[in-house]
């Protein structure tokens, strides 16, 4: 089980950083099956500071269509959990960045929720990103259990969440509040309207417990720094899936692409 003396990873980043926090999503197995290691290796090396890692499922609903395709990708290649599970064993010599991975629910019941925490634990995982899962089921069913692998379960908010949810989920909630930008799936926009700036910013007002990072519609430097004035730090997937489909070296096109996000390209 957990050893309470250690802090989550995910706590440290953001005692340690206040702000302008950038956390990478990308999918297991994409482009390549063995990928998924050297990115995250690659991703610390170039200045991100949480690394989300999409675990691949055949009907990704809230997915847009650059995360769906690397969903079918990934799971052509033969990526599935176990293999995950397999190619992460050691990941900790390398990479000290907290470790987030994110997906839908119905794989890991098929896997063994208990199996698939202790599985986190082993190798270091350091939360969960489950947006199919309500948060009524993972009190009732699941918190006790994530909690006793030292595993946090991030939850989402939209524009459409009331105060009083957010209140509630704020108060349930460790490492961080995920604000989705709108209520489209991934990558389905760019920029900021001035109506999600509004929402934004009635979130900033509510002086929420816990950090918030914010999501979908995040792509470069300008939608980088302007989310950072509303919260903690920024969400990037579908523009970086996007630079992992480019046929330049890997390690070099990350670089390039988190520096220029960070404004020091």
């Known amino acids: 089980m957990i050893n309470t003396t250690k802090i989550n990873r995910i706590d440290k980043a953001f005692q340690e950083k206040k702000e302008r926090l950038l956390s990478i999503y990308y999918t297991a197995g994409f482009p390549q099956l063995e990928d ?10 170039a200045g991100a500071d949480i690394i989300e890692i999409g675990m691949p499922f055949s009907d990704p609903v ?34 000290q960045l907290p470790i987030i991975l ?47 692998y030292g595993l946090y379960n991030i939850f989402l908010i939209t524009p459409q969440t009331s105060t009083a949810r957010i209140r509630e989920i704020d108060d349930n909630s460790k490492g961080f509040i995920y604000m989705v930008s709108s ?24 002086d929420l ?11 470069n430097n300008t939608t ?10 920024a969400i990037i997937g579908s523009a970086f899936i996007q630079v992992l489909s480019q046929k330049e070296p890997l390690e070099e096109g990350i670089t390039t692409y988190i520096r220029s996000v960070k404004g020091n390209g």
């Open 183 to 206: 209520t489209s799936t991934t990558g389905a926009k760019t920029g900021i309207s001035m109506e999600q700036e509004t929402y934004f910013n009635r979130i900033k007002e509510l």
């Open 224 to 233: 980088f720094e302007r989310a950072c004035a509303y919260a903690s730090g």
């Open 36 to 45: 998924t290691v050297s990115i995250a290796t690659a991703l610390e090396s």
């Open 209 to 219: 417990n816990n950090p918030t990072l914010i999501g979908f519609g995040i792509s």
């Open 62 to 95: 809230a997915d847009g269509p650059t995360i769906q395709g690397s969903n079918k990708i990934a799971l052509d290649n033969g990526m599935s959990i176990k293999k995950l599970f397999e190619q992460l064993k050691g990941i900790r010599d390398s990479v």
């Open 102 to 148: 994110m997906g839908y629910i119905n794989p890991v019941v098929q896997y063994g929720v208990e199996n698939f925490c202790k599985a986190c634990q082993e190798i270091g995982i350091d939360g969960l990103i489950l947006p199919d899962l309500p948060m009524q089921e993972y009190m009732e069913e699941y918190k006790t259990l994530f909690e006793s």
